[in-house]
């Protein structure tokens, strides 16, 4: 069993204890958000620190917005 420290730019997301350690380029997905594992660095025999890649979350501009001044007011 490892401790598996998952960062995003020095910050860290998630600690968790896990049998299989992530390798580099594997897809992972860390509190809703898809990443890619960078780079990993092993600090002892039981801590490792990996690093992750988060894609770009694109927003949908095209819904439109609802217009509330046709419903009748009470």
Known sequence: MFVV???????????????????????????????????????????IQVQLFFEKVKVNKGKSVVDNSKKKKR
């Open 5 to 47: 420290h998952f960062l995003e730019n020095k910050n860290v997301l998630l600690s968790q204890l896990l049998n299989k350690v992530p390798i580099v380029g594997e897809d992972v997905v860390v509190k809703g958000r898809k990443g890619k594992v960078s780079s990993i660095t092993q600090i002892d025999e039981k801590q």
